[in-house]
């Protein structure tokens, strides 16, 4: 089971930024997924999920109005739309995929969680 994200990069403040993460190895398409960030030094944290089923969204209150995650079950991906991006954005994305939305913002230490590797994103002020 892979996850595999893609679309970091380098980009001034205020640009936007696409990432997405395809799921190879089983179908996920009745799974729950998410981005999540990591600085060095700091704890992960929860960005956005979107459910399932009916593709509710949550977002962390630093990102909601700006990021914008959704979900193409036909080909077992997510993508995480940021826009007005901010060197505090800056951070490795990953993308994680859970039974449930709750449990994937919540519970940190699921044993279902399946983890993709990360993407760098990187925001110059």
């Known amino acids: 089971v892979q996850l595999q994200a893609s679309g970091g990069g380098l980009v001034q403040a205020g640009g936007s930024l696409r990432l997405s993460c395809v799921a190879s190895g089983r179908p996920f398409s009745n799974w729950a997924k998410a981005w999540f960030r990591q600085v060095p030094g700091k704890e992960r944290e929860f960005v956005a999920g979107?459910?399932?089923?009916?593709?509710?969204?949550y977002y962390a209150d630093s990102v909601r109005g700006r990021f914008s995650i959704s979900r193409d079950d036909a080909d077992n991906k997510v993508y995480l739309q940021m826009t007005n991006l901010k060197p505090e954005d800056t951070a490795v994305y990953l993308c994680a995929a859970d039974h449930d939305l709750r449990t994937l913002r919540e519970d940190s230490t699921s044993r279902s969680r399946y983890w993709g590797q990360g993407t760098l994103v990187t925001v110059s002020s």
């Open positions: 979107v459910g399932w089923p009916g593709a509710s969204t």
